[in-house]
């Protein structure tokens, strides 16, 4: 059975940093395109980062651009996202998703396989 569990989310204030890490059972991460995605109140899951298979091109929102960094940890089966200069527009719930599909790094939630139940990230300002 697979599962992804999303971890890190919090309160914070404007302009602090906060790690969101996300943990695989039943999958290994290294063989698909993971990602993260938002979702904020009355508004569409929308794309934040994705990083291919091997860790070697990421993908990221224009919103969060030069802000957030996604990684992954094969040995430990994890992908984080590192957010830095938070911004009140930013509170939502975080999603990490997996992409069987490689060959190319999807950014639409449809196209991801596996979804975490999703940790809640709030910024005030």
């Known amino acids: 059975q697979v599962q992804l569990v999303e971890s890190g989310g919090k309160l914070v204030q404007a302009g602090d940093s906060l790690r969101l890490s996300c943990t695989a059972s039943?999958?290994?991460?290294?063989?698909?395109?993971v990602g993260w995605f938002r979702q904020a109140p009355g508004k569409e899951r929308e794309f934040v980062a994705a990083?291919?298979?091997?860790?070697?091109?990421?993908y990221y929102a224009d919103a969060v651009k030069g802000r957030f960094t996604i990684s992954r940890d094969h040995a430990e089966n994890t992908v984080d996202l590192q957010m830095n200069t938070l911004k009140p527009e930013d509170t939502a719930v975080y999603y990490c998703?997996?992409?069987?599909?490689?060959?190319?790094?999807?950014?639409?939630?449809?196209?991801?396989?596996?979804w975490g139940q999703g940790t809640q990230v709030t910024v005030s300002s």
């Open positions: 039943g999958l290994t991460f290294r063989r698909y395109t």
């Open positions: 998703a997996a992409d069987l599909f490689t060959a190319v790094v999807h950014r639409t939630p449809a196209e991801f396989d596996y």
């Open positions: 990083l291919n298979w091997s860790g070697s091109s990421a």
